[in-house]
């Protein structure tokens, strides 16, 4: 099968996950879950395929352009959700994060997405790109899980259900915050040097990743050192990826910088 194929059949799966996790949020039972858990599953496995697929066909990373970097972050999406929910039992999220999941994959579908294969430019040819884009994409993708945690919490009614949110987004950005430290700033800095001699340039793009650091660092320090939970620790997480978003979309289309390329 070609790209297009699986990547029309992932969708497809993804839509299937959402409507029988939309079932569960409105029937509670749990069966329902159960089988979105299972589409969103089959879905990330073609989704895996397709992108595999993508990086034999052009021969570089599957995430140089929107098209293939919205590929590669929704399925991120929804690796950070399997592993969430398998470790914490909140299959409740899952009919947002798996439209989140739908949003990405059509906007890459679109005709305003181009899809054609092409050479890379120089700054592109280097393994730091498959370090860089990879871990910082994994790390905004348990922002993006923490994102819908706290928007829940903010909206839940049920002390033990905020309890319980407040848990889990503290323990996505936990896990999403290292990763993108680690590829958003470190191996960016790293790869930066090596492609144009510096380490920092103040790029827009360079410029919105330290702000989305700052305010996912905040959130960690406000908790861990002053003890800040729940609706603060919220809003936070919210703001943060937003930062986030503007960071991926935002400067892309509305900053020219050294990233513009991408």
């Known amino acids: 099968m070609t790209e297009s194929t699986i990547f029309l059949l992932t969708f497809i799966l993804y839509i299937i996950s959402a409507f029988f996790y939309l079932a569960f949020l409105f029937s509670k039972k749990p069966g329902r879950a159960k089988i979105g858990s299972v589409m969103a599953v089959i879905g990330l496995v073609l989704h895996t395929a397709a992108l595999i697929v993508r990086t034999v ?9 929107m098209y293939e970097s919205l590929s590669f972050l929704a399925w991120a999406s929804v690796l950070a ?32 997405m181009p899809k054609d294969v092409t050479p890379l430019v120089p700054a592109l040819q280097s393994y ?6 990879s871990v910082t994409l994994l790390g905004e993708a348990f922002f993006a899980v923490a994102f819908i945690t706290s928007l829940m919490y903010l909206t839940a009614k049920e002390p033990e259900k905020k309890e319980r949110m407040d848990s889990v987004s503290y323990r996505c950005v936990a896990v999403g915050f290292p990763l993108f430290t680690l590829g958003g700033l470190v191996f960016g800095m790293v790869w930066a040097y090596k492609a144009w001699g510096t380490y920092w340039s103040w790029d827009p793009k360079e410029v919105w990743s330290l ?8 959130y960690l320090h406000t908790r861990i050192v002053m003890g800040w939970k729940g609706k603060r620790s919220a809003i936070i997480a919210i703001i943060g990826f937003l930062a986030a978003l503007f960071t991926y979309f935002g400067v892309n289309y509305l900053l020219a910088g050294l990233h513009s390329y991408a």
């Open 57 to 65: 066909e052009s021969g570089h990373a599957p995430f140089t352009n």
């Open 81 to 112: 959700f399997i592993i969430i929910d398998k470790k914490f039992g909140i299959p409740r999220i899952g009919p947002y994060l798996m439209l989140i999941a739908i949003g990405l994959v059509a906007l890459a579908s679109s005709p305003l």
């Open 128 to 133: 730091w790109l498959w370090l860089h884009v």
């Open 211 to 218: 702000i989305t650091w700052i305010v996912f660092a905040l």
